[in-house]
């Protein structure tokens, strides 16, 4: 009895993880593809969610962030990046310098045993969270044409996605060798081999289809997207493993937190927004 329970709650699990995932994939697809509002909407929305879940994880470290100062500084910095890539503006750049310097000054009042942790950490949420999701604009945006280029942020979770997909996938099945057993005992070097191989096969794919990059670019971006997209994932772990959880959150039934979905976007985004610079910089 307690196999056909169990094999029921497995089902059961499967079913749930698949639908909201599914329900996870189409918002944010939509988001990426559909108008340049819808971009902003959903990924200020992710920004927001992510920087909040930060908050609430840290305070399981014995600090207290400056909750409600980040969340508007975070909001500050993903709209002044989206301004700033859209239309050149820079003026929301003074405003979120304020709001940043403001949460120094803030902690002098709130009268908290680990006044500099706060500070720390209400700051890394921004630099760790809030400023990798807000750098999406500049992909979109790359070429200073004014034109809305969603091709280029939906390749990247393509990748991202690909990779995690083939890493498990390969992992499970023939992983031997553990890539980093303090953080993250289940990885394999097996399975980050075959999530590379699955990475760099979409970035094939995504130059047929979108000739905003060339294939040499795109291929560059896939090994960025192996990379730093398992280091985001590792440095991830290494925050629930400090603070003794095992998901981040549990906004998103069956998958855990928004940290659990993007933890390799957080080091990838930053990684592309440079590459894509350096290329329009020199090599158009």
């Given amino acids: 009895m307690s196999v056909i329970t169990n094999n029921l709650f497995r089902v059961g699990n499967f079913v749930k993880r698949t639908f909201f995932g599914a329900i996870f994939a189409v918002v944010l697809i939509a988001g990426i593809t559909l108008h340049t509002i819808g971009f902003l909407i959903v990924?200020?929305?992710i920004t927001l969610l992510g920087t909040f879940e930060f908050y609430q994880l840290v305070r399981k470290a014995n600090c207290s962030p400056q909750i409600i100062p980040g969340m508007i500084a975070a909001t500050i910095l993903f709209v002044a990046c989206y301004l700033n890539a859209r239309f050149h503006q820079n003026i929301l750049f003074l405003l979120f310098t304020l709001s940043v310097v403001s949460i120094p000054i803030i902690e002098l009042y709130r009268k908290k045993e680990t006044p500099f942790t706060n500070?720390?950490?209400t700051i890394m949420g921004l630099a760790y969270i809030a400023l990798p999701f807000s750098l999406?604009?500049?992909?979109?945006y790359p070429f200073?044409?004014?034109r809305f280029h969603s091709e280029i942020v939906l390749g990247i979770f393509l990748m991202v996605w690909a990779n995690d997909s083939g890493a498990y996938l390969v992992g499970v099945n023939f992983g031997k060798h553990r890539l980093f057993e303090r953080i993250s005992p289940k990885k394999s070097w097996e399975?980050?081999?075959?999530?590379a191989i699955v990475s760099l096969i979409v970035a094939y794919i995504c130059s047929i289809f979108c000739f905003d990059l060339s294939l040499w670019e795109w291929l560059f971006m896939g090994a960025i997207v192996v990379v730093f997209g398992s280091l985001g994932d590792l440095i991830e772990s290494l925050l629930k493993r400090s603070i003794q959880i095992k998901d981040s959150g549990n906004i998103l039934p069956g998958h855990g937190g928004i940290l659990d979905r993007f933890d390799a976007i957080l080091l990838v985004s930053?990684?592309?927004?440079?590459f894509l610079q350096i290329i329009h910089e020199y090599f158009r």
């Fill in 119 to 121: 500070i720390a950490f």
């Fill in 270 to 274: 930053p990684v592309v927004f440079v």
């Fill in 136 to 140: 999406f604009s500049y992909m979109t």
């Fill in 144 to 146: 200073s044409d004014n």
């Fill in 191 to 195: 399975g980050s081999i075959g999530g």
């Fill in 43 to 45: 990924f200020l929305a």
